[in-house]
């Protein structure tokens, strides 16, 4: 039988990436990256003197396209695969992503009329200048006793599309009412690879509200909400949600001629990278949470049963893969705090020294801090330098170090952040535990794990677990791609179902993280102050973040 393969491209928060992998075995055979051009727009929008206010993350949607144009054709190149051997074609990106459109699915920061207005453009996941807007939806649905509410942790993030839809009103009514419909990033490259709008059950549920045999909050809600909005729902988004695994489309003759590939190729129903990358790390059973670290960490779980969970994404029935309940959470910061720190915060012999052993700076202080024991510095820190997404859900809440003093170096503070990481996950873990959700075991993959063994470590002292590492360098990719191959199904050279693309296409290294019991032991009382801190400034009585924050938004006069 003749050799098949699939495209898994992944789009992130600084760049998309495509991988080619093989239906039979998962082998990568090439990776292709791009940075998109535009980046993430969070001061100037591109060709205008129109600045952004505080808090604020935009992207292009025509880099989305660059990265179809450039990365495929590349990874085909690079391995040397003939395009009429590509069976299929699955997605995953970063969310809440989402754009507002017209009826053609054109966005509208495409046309000329709206490209000065930054509500025109596409609101990055991490944008979180919607918070005032959470806020009001959240007041709201408790005041109501909105049932859905607790199912997504008993509070919406800014991050989320009601929020940012909510901000698009009231801050432009008039690119409100331009927008035909607001969509996903992930369904609106659907839109352009197959002509087909699918919105998958994924991002409308932990992002949009959206429950299985319920739908989206109710119109009355709506209404409440903000008389315009009444109709939200009917006018700007889809009842129409796909399930995860079905074949989408088949890829339109254009946007084969601009990937290079085969008209007809199947093209999987759009997934969210964490979420899609569960079943590449191995993961088809409850009680096994994956850790994707990146820039942010996302924490995901299975379980066999509805739990409520507060402070928590989302609780959705078939969220990860059918028949189990899918739970998300996360941390809105992690390695791009690291990487603030070392821009930051380092001393210029760390770099110089950095140079002289050919290493990165990273691994130069996480060698020093390594060497120092759990508490030995007296210094704790707060993993909130990007807001709090879990428990708290609250992205006005800001980083802070305790215990400085003197004699306090740049490895103290960087093993104090690595451990405030840790520490956020542990509590996620404990909170899930607590209610329910059961987490015996710890599964990690992205940037970090790949990098940084000494984090690695850490996450394992502290969460006295194990931890398994994914083998692919792109377990993102992987899965979409895996997701690829249950579009094309076996008859075209794919499989069937998840499962089945996991038994040949997943896998993990032989590296596996162990935690040290007499470390744990330490990292006990350690937490316990990091939780007190945690709770101080989190839930209350000290508000003084939010303080600082609102006297920052003045002086800048946002």
Not at 111 to 132: E, Y
Not at 233 to 253: M, N, Q
Not at 407 to 428: C, H, N
């Amino acid at each position: 039988m003749a050799k098949t393969y699939v495209l898994g491209i992944d789009f992130g928060t600084e760049s998309g990436r495509t991988v080619l992998v093989d239906t039979a075995t998962g082998r990568e055979l090439a990776t292709a990256i791009l940075e998109y051009p535009d980046g993430v727009i969070d001061k100037v929008l591109p060709g205008t003197r129109t600045r952004l206010p505080h808090d604020w993350a935009l992207q292009n949607p025509a880099d989305y396209l660059e990265v179809l144009r450039v990365t495929v054709p590349k990874a085909l190149r690079a391995a040397r695969v003939r395009k009429q051997d590509v069976v299929g074609i699955g997605i995953d990106f970063t969310a809440c992503t989402c754009l507002p459109v017209d009826r053609e699915g054109t966005p509208l920061c495409m046309k000329p009329k709206w490209r000065k207005n930054p509500h025109a453009w596409v609101k990055l996941w991490k944008h979180h200048g919607a918070q005032k807007q959470a806020d009001r939806i959240n007041d709201l649905a408790r005041k109501r006793k909105e049932p859905w509410l607790s199912q997504f942790g008993g509070a919406l993030s800014s991050e989320w599309m009601l929020a940012k839809c909510l901000q698009v009103l009231e801050g432009a009514p008039d690119v409100y009412k331009a927008a035909d419909r607001f969509m996903e990033a992930a369904d609106w490259v659907i839109l352009q690879l197959t002509g087909v709008e699918a919105r998958n059950a994924c991002t409308a549920g932990y992002k949009a509200q959206y429950v299985k045999g319920q739908g989206y909050p109710s119109r009355a809600f709506f209404k409440t909400l903000d008389p315009r909005m009444e109709r939200f729902v009917d006018e700007k988004l889809s009842t129409d949600i796909w399930s995860l695994g079905k074949r989408a489309g088949e890829l339109t003759p254009d946007m084969a001629r601009r990937m290079k590939l085969e008209p007809g190729t199947a093209v999987a129903v759009a997934n969210v990278d964490a979420h899609v990358s569960v079943p590449a790390a191995t993961i088809t059973t409850p009680g096994k949470m994956l850790m994707i670290m990146g820039t942010l960490i996302c924490h995901m779980v299975m379980g066999r049963d509805k739990k409520v969970v507060p402070g928590m994404c989302g609780t959705l029935e078939d969220g990860i893969l059918p028949k189990y309940w899918g739970f998300e959470a996360g941390q809105s910061g992690a390695g791009d705090i690291l990487a603030w720190f070392v821009n930051n915060c380092v001393p210029a012999a760390y770099e110089q020294e950095a140079r002289r052993r050919k290493k990165s700076v990273h691994e130069v202080l996480s060698a020093e801090a390594a060497r120092k024991e759990p508490g030995e510095s007296g210094v704790l820190a707060l993993d909130w330098f990007n807001g709090n997404r879990s428990i708290l859900v609250d992205a006005n809440l800001t980083g802070m170090f305790v215990g400085m003093n003197l004699q306090t170096g740049p490895a103290d503070l960087y093993r104090a952040l690595v451990e405030s990481l840790a520490f956020g996950t542990y509590k996620i873990i404990n909170t899930f535990e607590e209610h329910g959700v059961p987490v015996k075991e710890l599964y990690a993959c992205g940037g970090l794990p790949e990098r940084n063994p000494f984090l690695m470590q850490v996450f394992s002292d502290v969460t006295g677990r194990t931890i398994k590492i994914s083998a692919s360098a792109q377990t993102c990719a992987l899965g979409a791609a895996m997701f690829g191959a249950v579009a094309a199904g076996r008859k075209r050279g794919g499989h069937n179902t998840v499962q089945q693309a996991v038994k040949h296409m997943a896998r993990l290294k032989r590296k596996v993280y162990r935690p040290d019991r007499a470390r744990h032991r330490v990292y006990g009382d350690l937490y316990a102050e990091y939780e007190r801190v945690h709770d101080w400034f989190g839930r209350g009585p000290d508000t003084v973040m939010k303080h600082l924050k609102r006297i920052k938004q003045q002086a800048m006069g946002a």
